[in-house]
């Protein structure tokens, strides 16, 4: 699994660019927790909580993050990882803004996840 922007397809890197600009400006902070991962990944991801011991984290085996056209990020609340979800939506907002679809918004939400729309 990758945390790096460039392993993201080009037109992505270009709306992350823009997202992490604009969370910079409404003084948002937070980390990218995942970008690229193999098939191989995301299927054992989505065994995690079915066959294999642990929470369900993944709803789907087809990913964008395997198509390198998604990433996940963790907001920052002094300098500390935060889960709470209410923490999400100003940069579900921004994201939102700049072209991304965001996973706060489906059913199941999926507030860290932004992907290209």
Known sequence: MSRKIEDLIPEMQDKY???????????????????????????????????????????????????????????????KITWDDTDYREAGNVGESVGLVWGGRWNPPDYPHFQNS
């Open 17 to 79: 660019k823009a997202f992490a600009d604009a969370m910079d400006i409404v003084g948002v902070d937070f980390v990218v927790t995942c970008t690229y991962r193999s098939q191989e990944e995301q299927n054992v991801l989505y065994a995690q909580g079915r066959t294999t011991p642990g929470k369900v984290v993944t709803w789907t085996k087809n990913s964008r993050h395997t198509q390198r056209d998604a990433f996940d990020i963790a907001i920052l609340k002094n300098g």
